[in-house]
């Protein structure tokens, strides 16, 4: 019971300082978001709250090029965009199920001038576009049947379209799913004393021609 308590305090006092620093910006990344308070109920997706600028150093460490796109699954108000758009990805898209989340998304990056990024409003396990991308990020956003339907989704596209892959996950709540045999293979761990903030990295290569 104490360390609950001292994780919500924490994450309260985060929350409060991150605030006053983006309202000095104009941006809202760090109040956290029920799914009650958004219209959805928890088998649809889990609550938001933003990414911790922890995952850059996990992220520097990955060959990104101008030429390599990425897209944030569950993106909520963007905060991983932004902080993947600090690096040289030639495309940031995220998709989110909330429409409120959308608007406040699309306000913060344009407001932070991400020329380069796009937000598509919709759910993660429905969307046909991720022939897109080779980078795949996301913090715990969906439930493990959303999340197993929606990497149903970019396995297909890994197969329609064979690519070197990467997923970025932080708090890996489907880890199982993710390293099944035959999809992707975690290389990278990003430990962390708070639990949701531990970040895996898998990548998935195509298989080569004999």
Known sequence: MKRVWAYRMAGRLWQWCAARIERLR???????ETMESLGFDAQRGNQYQPSARGIEALLKKLPITPGDAVIDIGCGKGKAMYLLGRLPFRTVAGIEISPVLCKTARKN??????????VFCGDAAEFEGYDEYNYFYMFNALPAPVFARALGKIEKSLSRRPRKAWFIYLNPECHDLLARGGGFRLIKTRRHPIRWFRCNCYVHEPEKNV
């Open 109 to 118: 990056l344009k407001r932070l001038g991400m020329e380069n990024s796009y």
């Open 26 to 32: 104009g941006v809202d990344f760090s109040g956290w």
